[in-house]
């Protein structure tokens, strides 16, 4: 079983910051890549940002140079760092995981989600 707490959002003025993180816990032999997406009112759920195990990284284009991604290994955990925020980055805000509970066990988790709002 594999249990993770996200936190960090809230709201914020336009050219704000905001750090959000996910810990994983649980039973955890590796986590693969980790990632961040975000879902607006009315629109389909899209990706934010992915780290890989090895730390490469990728990040949607409305995001580049704004956000990064991070994360401990050591603590099972992944985070974004939001700077200079705008207002079209109001979403729910969800972190994923692909984790291998067992030798023959690999899933997908997904966070409860938390709401970033960004003021104007």
């Known amino acids: 079983q594999v249990q993770l707490v996200e936190s960090g959002g809230g709201l914020v003025q336009a050219g704000g910051s905001l750090r959000l993180s996910c810990a994983f816990s649980?039973?955890?032999?590796?986590?693969?890549?980790m990632g961040w997406y975000r879902q607006a009112p009315g629109k389909q759920r899209e990706m934010v940002a992915i780290?890989?195990?090895?730390?490469?990284?990728n990040y949607a284009d409305s995001v580049k140079g704004r956000f990064t991604i991070s994360r401990d290994n050591a603590k099972n955990t992944v985070y974004l760092q939001m700077n200079s925020l705008k207002p079209e980055d109001t979403a729910v805000y969800y972190c994923?995981?692909?984790?291998?509970?067992?030798?023959?066990?690999?899933?997908?988790?997904w966070g409860q989600g938390t709401q970033v709002t960004v003021s104007s």
């Open positions: 649980g039973k955890i032999i590796r986590i693969d890549d």
């Open positions: 780290i890989i195990s090895g730390g490469g990284t």
């Open positions: 994923n995981a692909n984790i291998v509970s067992s030798i023959v066990l690999r899933d997908a988790y």
